[in-house]
Every structure is written in C-alpha cells, then in structure tokens.
Nanobody
C-alpha cells in the first residue's frame, strides 16, 4: 500500500500564496508520476497539475497556469504545489495522487493512489 499525506492548506486572502506538500510512503516502486486535483463543494474533482517522475514534464490546468507551480523532490518522495495569486475560485479540497509508470496525465481515473486531501480557502 501507498500512503499519501497532504499538508499546507489553510485560509488565505485573495492574492496570497500557499504551498502544498504531499509526501508518499509505504510501498516502494521505481517510477511514478504525481498530480494534484481539487474538488469544490457541489462540483466534480478537477485536474490542477501533474509532474513526471523526472520532473521534466509538467501539465497545468488553464485556470492555474502562470499562478501555480508543481515540483517534486524525488529522494523525499514529495511533491509540492506552489500557489500564488490565489483567487476565491481556487477554494477547494486539494488532493495529491500517484500514477505508477512515470507518465503524468490529466485524468483522475488514471491515478492509482490518492491522499485524503487538504482544504484551501481563499477569502475575497
């Protein structure tokens, strides 16, 4: 089994910044992509960002491009999401996910393991 633990969420004013972290532990595997998704109340879970095993490939949702940055620390099995210029519409529970095999995608259904989520609230 793989455990993913997110941290770094909280309450921030519009225009502010937060940095989310997601640490993976448990089962050892060689290569995996990691992604961030979010779900706002009453809405479906949506893709935010993803990164390949090497970190050389990243994908972003159009709504966060230019404001959010995904990165990873391989030795620490940790992925980060730096969120700047936050907007009230960024308010959601943010989930990290692992996709075995190293290739990131935008589809939640293609990820194998999920964290419990961390709440991000942006006030106007």
């Amino acid at each position: 089994q793989v455990q993913l633990v997110e941290s770094g969420g909280g309450l921030v004013q519009a225009g502010g910044s937060l940095r989310l972290s997601c640490a993976a532990s448990g089962r050892t595997f060689s290569r995996y992509a990691m992604g961030w998704f979010r779900q706002a109340p009453g809405k479906e879970r949506e893709f935010v960002a993803a990164i390949s095993w090497s970190g050389g490939t990243t994908y972003y949702a159009d709504s966060v491009k230019g404001r959010f940055t995904i990165s990873r620390d391989i030795p620490k099995n940790t992925v980060y999401l730096q969120m700047n210029s936050l907007k009230p519409e960024d308010t959601a529970v943010y989930y990290c996910a692992v996709r075995l095999g190293g290739r990131p995608t935008r589809l939640a259904s293609e990820y194998d393991y999920w964290g419990q989520g961390t709440q991000v609230t942006v006030s106007s």
